[in-house]
């Protein structure tokens, strides 16, 4: 909180009092906590792993809300809430209008949230889940030489070589967004949102304000480096452990950012006559933008083609890799639901033979398959249980569902003229807010991480 305290400064205005006052409570908080358990550890159990990590990422966004709550710009503490749970969960949704005008502290604030959730969502997706054994499937047995999950020794050298590879991710994305023209704030400001995949911009036009193809580019190159498992740049640096395409889920989504980016161009080149070199990259931004679950867009891309829509709305669902900062279903558990499926189908035709499920070169263990099928009933689940809660609250059908969908996957816009890529979320009443917030949560810790608390069976020895 003090680096937008000293930009407040820095601007003489007096926000700056606001994020000292919420560093101090902050701080204060936290010694308290601090003190009250600094005697003998808990016994870890999943049980308080999962509470835990939900414990954390709520008490992050309470945090978060207090400088948005007292700030010189008003918002409801609805409003607040929402904003910094979009931030800390690097969703990308906003309520805040008229970004141009708004005071830098809150502009890097809200930067901030969004670049420190990215990290902890690597650090969740690597270190954490997998202990309690839900989310990042993949992550297990990346490589089949390697059976003993660590890539390297020690979790200290692992959560480091995160931090560092994240770090240079954000200094190098900072340096050419400012070689391409954005001003060193900008810069800084977009490359941290850009690395965590996350989609706050510093103007209303977000990306679309400075209209370049080759920042646009530059900015495609980044998110899709944001949205692969992040092991692969601490392996990228190991004797003999750097195996890029043996990850399937890797192959997956670079081949589906392709596809999809060339086929929305040559259907805007065909139908709106766009210029190809153009159409290239806006589409291929735009695309890559909502697949890895950042959010950003340069236009309103829901105007180019009714096939456009079909594509985008595809997009929202994907995701990136597993142990990146994405949200999303992600391409690990569409790989891994595409080999049950292809499975099933094969025994139908031959129903005595005997089929493995691969992932790459790994078996896919039955708990694997459970986990993956586990997930997609509650993702659908909760997403159709989400929609009808937001109708009660009074949005219509699309608004409604794409606001849902864009929560549980972190993504960042909806569809439809309120909350599209044109608009924002403003304008829905507080108890959508409140069960946006609650979605966008859901979404980020896999489900099942939240869900199980809800369980009664959980909480009994």
């Not at 480096?225 to 890029?244: E, Q, S, T």
């Not at 829901?302 to 595809?314: E, K, Q, R």
């Not at 960042?412 to 009443?429: C, D």
């Not at 609650?438 to 959980?458: D, H, K, S, W």
């Amino acid at each position: 909180m003090m680096i937008p305290a000293l930009v407040d400064i820095a601007d003489k205005n007096d926000d700056w009092k606001v994020f000292v006052g919420s560093g101090a409570l902050t701080a204060m908080v936290c010694a308290l906590v601090y003190v009250a358990t600094r005697g003998d550890r808990p016994r870890f159990t999943q049980r308080l792993g999962f509470l835990i990590v939900t414990s954390v990422w709520i008490f992050g966004a309470v945090v978060g809300t207090i400088p948005l709550y007292f700030a010189s710009f008003e918002l409801t503490l609805a409003g607040a809430f929402f904003e910094s749970m979009s931030g800390i969960t690097a969703t990308g949704s906003t309520v805040i209008s008229g970004l141009d005008a708004l005071p830098r502290g809150i502009l890097m604030w809200r930067s901030l949230l969004q670049w420190i959730g990215g990290i902890g969502i690597i650090g969740m997706a690597l270190l954490i889940l997998p202990v309690l054994r839900t989310g990042g499937i993949a992550l297990y047995q990346m490589e089949s030489s390697d059976k003993s999950d660590k890539v390297l020794p020690r979790v200290n050298q692992l959560s480091g070589g995160l931090v560092a590879a994240y770090v240079v991710l954000t200094v190098l994305c900072t340096v050419a967004y400012a070689g391409l023209g954005m001003s060193f704030f900008d810069a800084v400001n977009h490359a941290m949102t850009t690395v965590a995949t996350a989609g706050y911009s510093t103007h209303d036009l977000s990306m679309g304000y400075f209209d370049d193809n080759r920042i646009l580019a530059t900015a495609t190159l980044f998110m899709i480096l944001g949205a692969m498992p992040f092991v692969i740049y601490i392996r990228a640096f190991l004797p003999r452990r750097f195996h890029l395409w043996r990850d399937p889920q890797i192959k997956l989504f670079l081949l589906t950012c392709l596809v999809l980016s060339l086929t929305i161009a040559i259907t805007r080149r065909l139908i709106n006559e766009t210029p190809f070199i153009e159409a290239v990259v806006s589409s291929a931004f735009n695309l890559v933008s909502i697949i890895t679950t950042t959010g950003y867009a340069s236009e309103d891309y829901t105007l180019w083609s009714n096939a456009a829509i079909g594509v985008f709305f595809l997009a929202t669902f994907l995701g990136g890799c597993a142990g990146s900062t994405t949200g999303g279903i992600k391409a690990n558990r569409l790989y891994i639901l595409f080999q049950i499926v292809k499975a099933n189908f094969r025994r139908l035709v031959r129903p005595h033979a005997v089929i493995r499920l691969r992932y790459g070169n790994t078996d896919i263990a039955p708990e694997g398959v459970q986990t993956v099928t586990i997930y997609f009933f509650l993702f659908f689940g909760t997403l159709l249980l989400g929609t009808v809660i937001l109708t009660m609250h009074g949005l219509d059908l699309i608004t409604a569902f794409s606001g849902a969908l864009t929560a549980i996957a972190n993504v960042g816009p909806g569809f439809g003229q309120v909350i599209g890529p044109a608009g924002n979320f403003s304008s829905l009443p507080e108890g959508a807010l409140w069960t946006l917030s609650a979605i966008m949560l859901l979404g980020r810790l896999e489900l099942v991480t939240v869900l199980i608390l809800l369980f009664p069976a959980t909480w009994k020895d």
